[in-house]
């Protein structure tokens, strides 16, 4: 039998919001600012607010992300590193979110 050990930076409890996440990741900014490649992975079972820490709350009628304190990190981290880049105009930028669901990979699509 083969056994495998995971070991994981940070496990969050459900009580937290998306603010407090995005404060805990923030770190990510600094790597991203002196030119690393950082990942951030998100494991959980359905359910469990992976999207929505991402992204946020989306309004299906109005067809858009609501602007609240509750935004994701998709809508989080654009805002800080585009008031980096505007004092830092050589800075290359590119962002892929992806999602892996039922063993297949997708590619988090927005506006």
Known sequence: MITK??????????????????????????????????IALFLGKSGDGKSYTMTGKYSEKKKKYINSEENGLLLRFPKDIAAFAFNNLSLKLKIIPIEFWSNKFFAIKGD
Do not use: A, C, Q, W
Not at 8 to 32: A, K, Q
């Open 5 to 38: 050990t995971f070991t994981f930076h940070r496990v969050f409890p459900g009580i937290m919001t998306n603010s407090d996440i995005y404060e805990n990741y923030r770190i990510l900014l600094n790597l991203v600012m002196e030119g690393k490649n950082p």
